[in-house]
């Protein structure tokens, strides 16, 4: 399962929206001067800053990831700045501060947590491809400014509670997985590897399957690699699951486990050239 699966209830979500987009607040800008065909990019690229599901979808996952990674709970509204190459990789990523919400006072180590909460779901997440009608050419660019915004969650009920709990839990232990088996690695291609794993009370892992899939937003990216597969294997089996987040709170361990981590070239903030 991964944190998009998981909603709070439709007819109350805007009272915990944390990003929110909208085709005034979610921009397209080329980073080069404004030949002709680079206008022609930029117009298409207005059509695409409407582009109703594009937005939808960016909004939606992203939604899901920052409810999930605020395990901190920080209040803020940041600016997320990615840019795009025209193969569509994610090539830089960071964040600026954004209107302080009403009532809420200026806290430099609170809006630098929540900085380095926002450029680490830039990086990692994989977001919906932009449109290849908006690049200019093979170099060209494009700069997505993504307004955050992470308001308190108050009102919940027991059950929605619970729910944000376990949506914190799962990303934890998926930032452990992509620490602990994708960092510092060189990742050639796009996906979302699944990780079925058995292990005993003392946190050894005994079985471990991983599958490499499309993901549903990227799926042009993919390629088969079972030198990545079978590393992957390797190296899940010698994880000491005591460290994972989650585990030492089952006095039985955790004998079966699930965990789903989107990989991509850029996923360690590499920026590509």
Request: proline fraction near 4%.
């Amino acid at each position: 399962m991964s944190p998009q699966e998981m909603e709070f209830n439709a007819c109350s979500s805007s009272r915990w929206l944390l990003a929110i987009f909208g085709a005034g607040l979610l921009s397209l800008s080329g980073c080069q001067s404004q030949t002709p065909e680079q206008a022609a990019a930029s117009a298409a690229a207005q059509v695409q800053q409407k582009d109703e599901k594009f937005i939808t979808t960016f909004q939606t996952i992203l939604r899901s990831y920052a409810l999930a990674a605020n395990e901190q709970e920080l209040t803020g509204v940041m600016n997320m700045i990615l840019t795009v190459d025209a193969q569509n990789h994610i090539v830089d990523c960071s964040a600026k501060r954004g209107t302080l919400l009403p009532n809420e006072g200026q806290n430099n180590l609170r809006q630098a947590k929540l900085a380095k909460l926002v450029t680490e779901l830039c990086w990692t997440t994989l977001l919906p491809e932009v449109s290849p009608k908006v690049f200019a050419d093979a170099k060209d660019t494009q700069v997505i400014i993504a307004p955050m915004v992470f308001t308190p969650l108050i009102g919940l009920s027991e059950e929605q509670q619970q729910l944000q709990r376990t949506r914190i839990d799962l990303y934890r232990q998926i930032r452990f997985f992509r620490e602990q088996l994708f960092a510092g690695h060189d990742i050639q291609s796009i996906g979302v590897a699944s990780f079925h794993f058995i292990a005993d009370a003392q946190g050894k892992v005994s079985e471990c399957m991983v599958n490499l899939n499309q993901s549903p937003y990227r799926s042009q990216g993919f390629k088969i690699d079972s030198a990545l597969q079978q590393r992957l294997v390797t190296q899940c089996k010698l994880l000491d699951l005591r460290q994972m987040p989650g585990f030492a709170n089952n006095p039985k361990g955790l004998p079966m486990g699930y965990v789903q981590v989107d990989y991509s070239p850029w996923m360690n903030g590499r920026k590509q050239r």
